[in-house]
């Protein structure tokens, strides 16, 4: 059941521990120290220089799922960009290697079934490191630049959004082979309840960190991009500034978009030559005549094109 509680400002941040241990991550992903004493939450926050208001409504969002906040214009940008990144950092860095420790332990040398759940975990693993690298270098990038002023007409945070979803499901297979069909063995038997507890707790965490980027980050970031359209910095996000047609005869060819989707999964010039069965001088015609009518010249760009434009699907182009 969840503590219903709504922590303040002036309340002693050594009670809000007290009252919910799991908040010692979240600490850390801010960038909290310990050793905080008997000082409120916003002497806290001030002292390791996080914004209280936005420290607090993950708190009380991750505790007792209050979302609905007083204004979200309140919410700090930097501070939930480094929770976030943190996070990933903490959840990649160490959970996951932690987990893989316990899983490897548990098991009996030789063992085919729990070789194969090992196996079964790594793509669980694989899976989260292409979705966190993806708003490592796609969105956060975003982000920083509207917080600089400049919107992408390539992007948005609906674009995010939109593509954004669970990646448990491995986890949920995981969990389940383990139970039902690791064989047993009693000297390893408590070293496999404690990782299978950790699972579960991991996965808890994982859903409340993407819950925490649905609710509270989306809704701050679509914010940002509404104040900068209002004051005329950005263009207008929802015509883009990729166009399917245009009078002056410069919309992209069939294999042109061709090429772009090529281009966007990894392909050399060779590669895309033997593909589409053209030369590869062709190839670098259509790259020349791509990067004249889009203004676009790197890879990362033409991804942000591809996607946004259904060219690919999201998760096709996730890289390891």
């Known amino acids: 059941m969840k503590n219903q509680k709504i922590y303040e400002a002036d309340d002693k941040m050594i009670s809000l521990i007290k009252d919910n241990y799991n908040l010692l991550q979240a600490l850390g992903c801010f960038g909290i120290n310990l050793g905080f004493g008997d000082k409120t939450v916003r002497e806290t926050c001030e002292d390791n220089g996080v914004d209280t208001y936005t420290f607090l409504a993950v708190v009380n969002f991750t505790i007792n799922g209050q979302s609905d906040f007083e204004d979200d214009s309140q919410l ?121 507890y950790n699972i579960y707790n991991n996965e808890e965490w994982l859903n409340l960190h993407a819950l925490v980027e649905d609710k509270i980050f989306v809704p701050a970031i679509r914010l940002l991009e509404q104040q900068l359209r209002q004051s005329g910095v950005s263009r207008n996000i929802s015509t883009m500034v990729f166009k399917s047609g245009s009078d002056n005869g410069d919309a992209l060819s069939d294999r042109e978009k061709d090429v772009i989707v090529s281009l966007v999964q990894g392909m050399s010039n060779k590669q895309i030559a033997d593909h589409l069965f053209i030369s590869v001088n062709t190839v670098i015609t259509h790259r ?33």
Do not use: C, W
């Open 76 to 196: 700090s940008v930097p501070t939930l960009m480094h929770y976030l990144s943190a996070s990933h950092t903490y959840y990649l860095d160490f959970q996951l290697p932690y987990i893989r420790r316990g899983l490897e332990e548990s098991i009996n040398n030789g063992d085919r079934l729990g070789t194969l759940i090992l196996h079964l975990y790594d793509e669980y693993a694989k899976e989260i490191k292409k979705h966190m690298k993806y708003e490592e270098d796609m969105l956060f990038p975003y982000v920083q630049g509207l917080l600089d002023g400049k919107v992408a007409g390539d992007y948005s945070i609906e674009t995010f959004s939109k593509h954004h979803g669970q990646t448990d499901q491995k986890l949920r297979e995981l969990k389940l082979m383990i139970i039902k069909y690791l064989p047993g063995d009693k000297h390893l038997n408590n070293k496999l309840t404690a990782t299978l």
């Open 288 to 320: 020349r005549n791509i990067a004249r009518k889009l203004q676009i010249h790197s890879t990362a760009g033409l991804t942000i094109y591809a996607i946004v434009n259904g060219l690919v699907d999201i998760s096709t182009v996730m890289t390891d």
